[in-house]
């Protein structure tokens, strides 16, 4: 059977293809969804926190390979082990498990309910890999080059966004942590009103490679696409990175949340409670804002004046502005990074 895949499920595959979500190397199968969603367990003792599945319509129970193909390229064969489903109900409650709300216009539990019901448990064969298919960073790339340098200690960084100038103060929080520091922006977004990936790709490699031009500070990309899914999908991204040769990993105030379905800091909790699975160590703060009295960026207190009087920097703050044709100060990012902005730097 032919199946012509989606960029999201392109980019599934490519991650387990090269061990992103190792040691995840397969669609999953009924077993392991149930198990990752109610005890963040691929197996025992095997932690995992996000099922990652296949869900493709019109796939009889008889199918045994898929034979893949992305804009008439062919991609690989999945070898299918078992179809299954899940009931209506079973559904919703593994939707409410893993986003950890019962709100139906969860953009996360929306999509899952929106990706189907026919489940494919495969492994995947005969993989051609096409260069200029997809934007993608191998870890097996990434790995080679720190072991040949010698870095023993990188922290990766983690963003949805261009770069303002709260994160600025994150970078040189996580290098004065571990003196090297892995940029790597998610791509992938798909609701209105964020950034396109080619906008976020653009802004955060013009950042490394022109206004830090430090030999310690590197990019790279995660191609999926963000789930929404707060604490649980932040322990995943700190995998993620941990495959990417990272040894820590910078977990901010809502990291992976959306709107206000995650309690503040929450994402930290959870992930540093769990630092012994991840395998990685976790480095949080309080998140980062701007001084009133002397613009500077600080956590806890500032450092120039000891104020406590400040304002927020966030995406969504400049994203608001860039929308409704208001300048951006430089206050909150750097000209050189506004400048690249504009009106068709957002999904609409």
Same mark, same amino acid.
């Given at each position: 059977?032919?199946?012509?895949?989606?960029?999201? &499920?392109?980019?599934?595959?490519?991650?387990?293809?090269?061990?992103?979500?190792?040691?995840?190397?397969?669609?999953? @199968?009924?077993?392991?969804?149930?198990?990752?969603?109610?005890?963040?367990?691929?197996?025992? !003792?095997?932690?995992?926190?996000?099922?990652?599945?296949?869900?493709?319509?019109?796939?009889?129970?008889?199918?045994?390979?898929?034979?893949?193909? /992305?804009?008439?390229?062919?991609?690989?064969?999945? &070898?299918?082990?078992?179809?299954?489903?899940?009931?209506?109900?079973?559904?919703?409650?593994?939707?409410?498990?893993?986003?950890?709300?019962?709100?139906?216009?969860?953009?996360?539990?929306?999509?899952?309910?929106?990706?189907?019901?026919?489940?494919?448990?495969?492994?995947?064969? !005969?993989?051609?890999?096409?260069?200029?298919?997809?934007?993608?960073?191998?870890?097996?790339?990434?790995?080679?080059?720190?072991?040949?340098?010698?870095?023993?200690?990188?922290?990766?960084?983690?963003?949805?966004?261009?770069?303002?100038?709260?994160?600025?103060?994150?970078?040189?929080?996580?290098?004065?942590?571990?003196?090297?520091?892995?940029?790597?922006?998610?791509?992938?977004?798909?609701?209105?009103?964020?950034?396109?990936?080619?906008?976020?790709?653009?802004?955060?490699? /013009?950042?490394?490679?022109?206004?830090?031009?430090?030999?310690?500070?590197?990019? $790279?990309?995660?191609?999926?696409?963000?789930? /929404?899914?707060?604490?649980?999908?932040?322990?995943?991204?700190?995998?993620?990175?941990?495959?990417?040769?990272?040894?820590?990993?910078?977990?901010?105030?809502?990291?992976?949340?959306?709107?206000?379905?995650?309690?503040?800091? $929450?994402?930290?909790?959870?992930?540093?409670?769990?630092? @012994?699975?991840?395998?990685?160590?976790?480095?949080?703060?309080?998140?980062?804002?701007?001084?009133?009295?002397?613009?500077?960026?600080?956590?806890?207190?500032?450092?120039?004046?000891?104020?406590?009087?400040?304002?927020?920097?966030?995406? @969504?703050?400049?994203?608001?502005?860039?929308?409704?044709?208001?300048?951006? $100060? $430089?206050?909150?990012?750097?000209?050189?990074?506004?400048?690249?902005? !504009?009106?068709?730097? &957002?999904?609409?």
């Amino acid at each position: 059977m032919k199946v012509d895949i989606d960029k999201y &499920i392109l980019s599934e595959i490519y991650n387990l293809k090269f061990k992103v979500y190792y040691p995840l190397f397969k669609f999953v @199968s009924k077993k392991e969804f149930l198990s990752i969603t109610k005890k963040m367990e691929l197996d025992k !003792n095997v932690f995992f926190p996000i099922p990652i599945y296949l869900s493709l319509p019109n796939i009889k129970k008889s199918t045994k390979i898929i034979k893949i193909y /992305y804009k008439k390229k062919y991609i690989c064969n999945l &070898i299918v082990e078992k179809i299954y489903k899940f009931s209506k109900p079973t559904k919703l409650k593994l939707g409410e498990k893993l986003f950890s709300t019962k709100d139906l216009n969860h953009p996360g539990f929306k999509k899952f309910l929106e990706d189907g019901n026919n489940f494919i448990d495969c492994k995947i064969n !005969n993989f051609k890999f096409h260069k200029n298919l997809i934007n993608f960073y191998k870890p097996s790339n990434i790995k080679q080059y720190l072991k040949k340098n010698k870095i023993t200690s990188l922290v990766g960084f983690h963003t949805r966004n261009v770069p303002h100038r709260s994160h600025e103060w994150i970078h040189r929080y996580g290098i004065s942590c571990c003196k090297n520091l892995l940029i790597q922006p998610l791509i992938g977004q798909y609701r209105k009103g964020e950034y396109k990936e080619d906008i976020i790709i653009k802004s955060n490699k /013009y950042l490394v490679n022109n206004i830090y031009k430090n030999n310690n500070v590197f990019f $790279s990309i995660f191609n999926s696409f963000p789930r /929404y899914a707060g604490p649980r999908e932040a322990c995943f991204h700190a995998i993620v990175r941990k495959n990417y040769g990272c040894t820590h990993f910078l977990i901010g105030r809502d990291h992976a949340g959306v709107s206000n379905y995650y309690n503040k800091y $929450s994402s930290q909790k959870l992930s540093k409670s769990l630092e @012994s699975k991840l395998g990685i160590k976790i480095i949080t703060f309080k998140e980062p804002v701007m001084c009133t009295n002397c613009n500077n960026i600080f956590s806890n207190k500032c450092n120039k004046c000891n104020s406590t009087k400040n304002i927020k920097i966030s995406g @969504s703050i400049i994203r608001t502005k860039i929308i409704n044709n208001e300048k951006i $100060s $430089s206050k909150l990012m750097r000209k050189s990074l506004s400048k690249l902005l !504009n009106k068709d730097s &957002i999904i609409n």
